[in-house]
């Protein structure tokens, strides 16, 4: 069965920091491209971040370039994204996405 | 980056058919922009009913399909049940960005 554990959201401050972290299993993680996307409360889905097989080329929405950065560990089946210099529309649930699966989310909520 | 649109809500009769479409601000939709389509009820995270143009998940029902459609990518629904009322979103390729249109809100009633 196929497993997409997110975790590492929270409250953050405007101009803070979190590491979102993505625990996969029940396939092959190396295999595929890797995804996060966003939904603002709310709001539709935003395609944020996403990261080659074996991590050689990265993607990333406008508005968050320069701030995220997507990264992955093949050994651990982990998919990773720092996020720096968060904003208050920043503000969302963060889902981890293979091309298929997805997994339940975890809130980030950006607020002073 | 491009725009991905969608119909903002349809409405479908029961046992109706209905198609939800996508487009690309860039020109024409192709298989090359691999376009999926994801299903999202109220309080739950998405889930895929159909990639790379026509593929159906394993949990896919067989009144879902996917084609590409005068320039556009195309989900049909045939033979709606009330279940089938949610938000509709596409995601296109655009040779390693992805960008989600806004979704679409099917009412069947």
């Known amino acids: 069965e196929v497993q997409l554990v997110e975790s590492g959201g929270g409250l953050v401050q405007p101009g803070g920091s979190l590491r979102l972290s993505c625990a996969a299993s029940?396939?092959?993680?190396?295999?595929?491209?890797m995804n996060w996307v966003r939904q603002a409360p709310g709001k539709g889905l935003e395609w944020v971040a996403n990261?080659?097989?074996?991590?050689?080329?990265?993607y990333y929405v406008d508005s968050v370039k320069g701030r995220f950065t997507i990264s992955r560990d093949n050994a651990k089946n982990s998919l990773f994204l720092q996020m720096n210099s968060l904003r208050p529309e920043d503000t969302a649930v963060y889902y981890c996405?293979?091309?298929?699966?997805w997994g339940q989310g975890t809130l980030v909520t950006v607020s002073s | 980056q491009a725009v991905v649109t969608q119909e903002p809500s349809l409405t479908v009769s029961p046992g109706g058919t209905v198609t939800l479409t996508c487009g690309s601000s860039?020109?024409?939709?192709?298989?090359?922009?691999?376009p999926f389509w994801f299903q999202q009820k109220p309080g739950q995270a998405p889930r895929t009913l159909i990639y790379?143009?026509?593929n159906k998940h394993s949990w896919t029902p067989a009144r879902f399909s996917g084609s590409l459609l005068g320039g556009k990518a195309a989900l049909t629904l045939s033979g709606a049940q009330p279940e089938d009322e949610a938000e509709y979103y596409c995601?296109?390729?655009?040779?390693?960005?992805?960008?989600f249109g806004g979704g679409t809100k099917l009412t069947v009633l």
């Open positions: 996405v293979a091309p298929t699966y």
């Open positions: 029940g396939f092959t993680f190396s295999g595929y491209w």
């Open positions: 990261i080659q097989r074996d991590g050689s080329a990265k």
């Open positions: 860039t020109g024409a939709v192709t298989s090359g922009h691999y």
């Open positions: 790379d143009t026509t």
């Open positions: 995601l296109l390729s655009y040779s390693g960005p992805r960008v």
